[in-house]
Antibody, heavy 122, light 107 residues
């Protein structure tokens, strides 16, 4: 079964850091680009960042550029999001998502995890 | 950045109705557009990619069309399971962006 399981969320003070992880199973992880998408409570979806299958192409939303870093460890079938200088507006459910295409340019997202909640508050 | 808009923001419909949702991009995105369905408390589900390609396992009552800057998602005969929020998303260029969503509720 294809599965993505996020972890690492929690309550954190403004200005602090947090690292999210996404464990992938049921597919050949290093064949696919991966993404982070977030959803603030009661709001819509916001793409946060994406990384190609070989880490050769990386993109960020303007709202997180310079503060968040996406990475992957293909040997561990894992995706990460290092979040620094967190702000109240980063409070959201963070989803990990798998790209559709095999070793291609980034595309749509066909498999999603259930998300991990990040709350930034003092 | 490419801005995505959707209309309407809310749509009230009945089972069996034909439903159309429109998505517009602030600049041409060719056919690099996806549609997702999200139900409360659940992760989004991919319905359509490349503007008109139906994702495997998605019922054929869903269809997508358009290219350039204007796109539509059509549900040919609304079913009880289809009451949800629908989002379009462009993946033509970074940063990828989603539309604000269209909530389809029961009339």
């Amino acid at each position: 079964e294809v599965q993505l399981v996020e972890s690492g969320g929690g309550l954190v003070q403004p200005g602090r850091s947090l690292r999210l992880s996404c464990a992938a199973s049921g597919f050949t992880f290093d064949d696919y680009a991966m993404h982070w998408v977030r959803q603030a409570p009661g709001k819509g979806l916001e793409w946060v960042s994406g990384i190609s299958w070989n880490s050769g192409s990386i993109g960020y939303a303007d709202s997180v550029k310079g503060r968040f870093t996406i990475s992957r460890d293909n040997a561990k079938n894992s995706l990460y999001l290092q979040m620094n200088s967190l702000r109240a507006e980063d409070t959201a459910l963070y989803y990990c998502a798998k790209d559709v295409r095999v070793r291609g340019v980034m595309y749509a997202f066909d498999i999603w995890g259930q998300g991990t909640m990040v709350t930034v508050s003092s | 950045d490419i801005q995505m808009t959707q209309s309407p923001s809310t749509l009230s419909a009945s089972v069996g109705d034909r439903v159309t949702i429109t998505c517009r991009a602030s600049q041409s995105i060719s056919s690099w557009l996806a549609w997702y369905q999200q139900k409360p408390g659940k992760a989004p589900k991919l319905l359509i990619y490349k503007a008109s390609s139906l994702e495997s396992g998605v019922p054929s009552r869903f269809s997508g069309s358009g290219s350039g800057t204007e796109f539509t998602l059509t549900i040919s005969s609304l079913q009880p399971d289809d009451f949800a929020t629908y989002y379009c998303q462009q993946y033509n260029s970074y940063p990828f962006t989603f539309g604000p969503g269209t909530k389809v509720d029961i009339k």
